[in-house]
């Protein structure tokens, strides 16, 4: 099983400011990531696949880069609609699957 | 709109069954693959199954293999899942989601507790 590990637990950022997630595979997952964010309460929503293309109608300051383990997620002036759970995802050796999330990366107002 | 819609969830006690439904609407439905995916409390997010559009692959995760079945209608736009011999740690918030590498649409989930 391909285990996802996310940095930091907790990130605390003014609006405004730019905000850096992290998300390394235990081994490689091309570019097979995705990214979701989640509300109390809510379903996961698509910000992100195939590493780095926004889904419909995420907004431009959203953005994704990585291949291989390590990947990272983008907010590059935070809206307070963006405080959330971040999760990231890996659809690596479809159609034998076991998809694997990362833990999550809860972002903050500080 | 594209819409999913979860149901059947509740309170079983350990060793029991219960099936879950989710009505798709918005889309064509027997195009898409779907999944089941779980969160238990206060946790992240764990694939339970996904199923092909036309039932051909279907696939569990290791923590549900056996014991979980997932199935379809796409003349009704039903997607199932069967659970038998629930445990404790399958106690999660059950969403489907319009997913074959990714999830795409989600629905709001439906909550299954098994307690004794």
């Known amino acids: 099983e391909i285990v996802m590990t996310q940095s930091p637990a907790t990130l605390s950022v003014s609006p405004g400011e730019r905000a850096t997630l992290s998300c390394r595979a235990s081994q490689s997952v091309n570019s097979n990531l995705a990214w979701y964010q989640q509300k109390p309460g809510q379903a996961p929503r698509l910000l992100i696949y195939n590493s780095f293309i926004r889904a419909t109608g995420i907004p431009a300051r959203f953005s994704g880069s990585g291949s291989g383990t390590d990947f990272t997620l983008t907010i590059s002036s935070l809206q307070s609609e963006d405080f959330a759970v971040y999760y990231c995802?890996?659809?690596?050796?479809?159609?034998?699957?076991?998809?694997?999330f990362g833990q999550g990366t809860k972002l903050e107002i500080k | 709109q594209v819409q999913l819609v979860e149901s059947g969830g509740g309170l079983v006690k350990p060793g029991e069954s219960l099936r879950l439904s989710c009505a798709a609407s918005?889309?064509?439905?027997?195009?898409?693959?779907m999944s089941w995916i779980r969160q238990a409390p206060g946790q992240g997010l764990e694939w339970v199954s996904y199923?092909?559009?036309?039932?051909?692959?279907?696939d569990y995760a290791d923590s549900v293999k056996g014991r979980f079945t997932i199935s379809r209608d796409n003349a009704k736009n039903l997607l199932y899942l069967q659970m038998k011999s629930l445990r404790a740690e399958d106690t999660a918030v059950y969403y489907c989601a319009r997913f074959l590498e990714y999830g795409d649409v989600w629905g709001k989930g439906t909550t299954v507790t098994v307690s004794s």
């Open positions: 995802q890996q659809y690596n050796n479809w159609p034998r699957t076991m998809y694997t």
């Open positions: 918005g889309f064509t439905f027997s195009d898409y693959y």
């Open positions: 199923i092909g559009s036309s039932t051909k692959y279907i």
